[in-house]
């Protein structure tokens, strides 16, 4: 990639209980614009542990970035894009917009509504160093009423064969930044979402002064609603990175 080249890279990052191949329909329709798009996969280990992960793939990449996050993922990218000064736009997709000493299961449960608590499942995993880790996933006959509802159920029973579980701790662990405090940004709220409640996405959109658009749509937006996310995608990219010519 030329150091000239003014096309933005779109990025997107995966959630808990998902990944990278959640973002396929949304990937296949910012493909068809002509836009770059690198899906990364997010380790779901520690807060701060995915935030530098992702925070290597985005110093790896030459010119504007335009960074989405879905679910946790939204919490990931705020650490990873704070001071980053190829990143010019942050997409919140049924997600969570944290201020610095807040966790990603402090904003779950502040607002009534979300019924994905009571679907998971905890396994201890041990550690390479000793000790152990709490792994979540969602109960498989559980995961399509509490994460994907909308979607075809073939397409949610695979979605659940092939979750990948988070750590509790990365749900315990507080954010240290809050990349859109510099940084402009959109938020997708989902009005049929039994994980996140829509109020909660907009209590946390408000506070950052975001875009927001609502979509009726499930938890699982990137799969049932790719065409709604990767508008919005397209409108921070216009915002935000000016066109080439």
Do not use: C
């Not at 010119?63 to 679910?71: D, E, F, K, N, Q």
């Not at 610095?100 to 502040?110: K, Y």
């Not at 019924?115 to 152990?132: C, E, I």
């Amino acid at each position: 990639m030329s150091n000239s080249d003014t096309r933005p890279t779109v990025v997107l990052v995966h959630g808990a209980f998902a990944d990278s191949s959640s973002w396929n329909g949304v990937i296949r329709e910012l493909a068809a614009d002509g836009h770059r798009v690198v899906a990364v996969a997010n380790p779901l280990r520690g807060l701060h542990e995915d935030a530098a992960y992702v925070r290597a793939v985005l110093d790896g990449l030459e010119g504007p970035i335009v960074l989405a996050g879905h679910s946790y993922g939204g919490s990931v990218m705020s650490e990873a894009a704070d001071g980053h000064p190829g990143v010019r736009a942050l997409v919140y997709v049924a997600s969570f917009i944290l201020e610095p000493g807040e966790s990603t299961g402090e904003l779950a449960a502040r607002y009534p509504g979300a019924q994905l608590g009571a679907a998971l499942d905890a396994l201890p995993v041990p550690l390479p160093g000793g000790g152990t880790a709490t792994d979540l996933s969602i109960r498989q006959e559980e995961f399509r009423k509490v994460f994907a509802a909308d979607v075809a159920e073939e397409v949610a029973d695979l979605m659940a064969a092939t979750q990948r579980p988070i750590t509790s701790a990365a749900l315990e662990e507080p954010a240290t930044a809050a990349a859109w405090k510099a940084v402009p940004s959109w938020n997708l709220v989902t009005t049929d979402d039994l994980a996140i409640p829509a109020a909660s996405m907009r209590f946390m959109g408000e506070r950052a002064g975001a875009h927001t658009v609502e979509v009726t749509a499930s938890h699982a937006v990137t799969v049932s609603r790719p065409d709604a996310v990767a508008q919005l995608i397209r409108e921070a990219v216009r915002a935000t990175v000016p066109a080439e010519g």
